[in-house]
């Protein structure tokens, strides 16, 4: 007989045994819940091991329990998606206006400081400052939208990944 293998800890063996502490009406903080998810899903080596110990699991029903725990992360990550493109569309138009407004505020400026034989250089850099701060505002909040999206289909993908692997016997048929 083969001695059962042994995982080390690991937030993907965590997350089964969150998900085998929840089936059986034990309180998991969802905070916790929602770190080991969130250390699995974008892993490839933490996806390959959750895989492994669904299917060295004993329990037959953990593998639907984890899925159902990935499929709702993978919801609450649309949801916030969804709400960060939301937000990012406001902030989009107004970083647009700022940056509109600065524009015209340094040219502005400058032909002033030109008419009047004055430095206006400084108030340039000062008005134009605003489209710096605009652009750089909106490439960081595309970056974590693109982080979410990619963490939320990573997530979709990996619950269907376990319902396939618990649907396998030991045997591996």
Do not use: C, Y
């Not at 701060?133 to 909106?138: E, G, H, N, V």
Request: proline share 3%.
């Amino acid at each position: 007989m083969k001695a059962p293998s042994e995982f080390k800890r690991r937030p993907a063996t965590a997350l089964i045994a969150m998900a085998n502490s929840l089936s059986m009406g034990d309180a998991v903080p969802e905070d916790d819940l929602t770190q080991i998810i969130g250390a699995v899903v974008p892993d490839r080596a933490e996806r390959a091991a959750l895989l492994a110990a669904i299917r060295a699991s004993n329990d037959p029903d953990s593998g639907l329990a984890v899925a159902d725990l990935l499929t709702a992360f993978a919801a609450e990550a649309a949801a916030a998606e969804t709400q960060a493109r939301d937000a990012d569309q406001v902030i989009g138009q107004w970083a647009q206006r700022l940056a509109a407004g600065a524009l015209l505020a340094s040219f502005g400026a400058s032909i002033a400081g030109t008419v009047t034989g004055g430095l206006a250089f400084g108030l340039s850099l000062l008005s134009f400052s605003g489209f710096v701060f605009a652009t750089a505002s909106r490439i960081g909040g595309r970056v974590k939208m693109r982080r979410r999206a990619q963490d939320r289909e990573s997530a979709d993908t990996l619950a269907r990944h376990v319902l396939e692997a618990g649907k396998l016997g030991a045997d591996g048929k």
